[in-house]
């Protein structure tokens, strides 16, 4: 969730800060607030909608150095080289003034969940060179056309027609797209992908398409507080 800032001492006011500059009795908490103005001087009002945008950036461009920084630890603590990783940055929902934070540090993946919020963002953001696009929610048939443009990849195919329909609209510019067969190991009725038994199945299919690149599978196991009971799901995938 975003940082947002809100007052801390209560002394401070309860009505108000009344401040005519950044606040020292600010604190960043987790959550949101009503709009409204924070500050209340006559002379510089400060308004709480810029607080949270600039939060919102500086909050993505720490979070993923964050993460950047345990895949690292992760990755060293097992013998692996951190290059041979790919960290997707999921992005949607997030503005891109917020995404932008993270072009210093390009190339980025970003994973978007809707076809139109990609479509949306693309244009306002620089190209492949900074940031690619990778689709990682459930892709609806008729939005094949628009994703085979949009994405380098996809993390969700999980069926047959979806396989032949992105290989027939992969095969008009004479492009591959790199793809993940999604697998539902949970058995949950909400969540999207074939079935274990189905995976050979989808498997050589999707091997012999001419413009799909089978990179692995994917899954989304049940959700469980102890990260250790969600292991096995990925031992098995």
């Known amino acids: 969730e975003p940082q947002v800032f809100r007052h801390g001492p209560a002394a401070h006011g309860a009505s108000g800060c009344r401040c005519t500059q950044r606040c020292p ?3 960043p908490v987790v959550g949101g607030l009503q709009p409204e103005l924070l500050y209340t001087g006559r002379e510089r009002p400060y ?13 993505v ?5 964050e993460v950047v920084r345990r895949i690292r630890e992760a990755a060293g603590a097992v013998g692996r080289a951190p290059a041979g990783l790919t960290l997707v940055a999921v992005s949607k929902t997030v503005p891109p003034e917020a995404i932008a934070a993270l072009q210093p540090l390009g190339p980025v993946v970003l994973g978007e969940n809707r076809v139109q919020e990609a479509q949306a963002k693309q244009p306002l953001l620089p190209g ?13 048939s ?13 993390h969700s195919v999980d069926r047959l027609d979806l396989l032949h329909r992105l290989d027939r609209r992969c095969g008009e510019p004479g492009r591959r797209l790199r793809v993940l067969l999604e697998v539902n190991l949970g058995g949950e009725a909400s969540k999207s992908g074939c079935t274990e038994a189905d995976v050979p199945i989808l498997l050589e ?10 990179e692995g599978f994917m899954t989304i196991p049940p959700y469980r507080e102890d990260p250790a009971d969600v292991r096995p799901y990925f031992r098995r995938l």
Do not use: M
């Open 142 to 154: 008729n939005k094949v056309n628009r994703a085979v443009e949009l994405f380098e990849a996809g």
């Open 205 to 214: 299919a999707a091997c012999s398409l001419p413009h799909l690149v089978v």
């Open 47 to 59: 308004n709480q909608a810029e607080s949270i945008k600039e939060a919102l950036v500086e909050a």
């Open 61 to 65: 461009r720490e979070r993923y150095l």
């Open 128 to 140: 492949p060179d900074v940031f690619r696009w990778h689709l990682i929610g459930h892709l609806q």
């Open 25 to 27: 009795y600010l604190t």
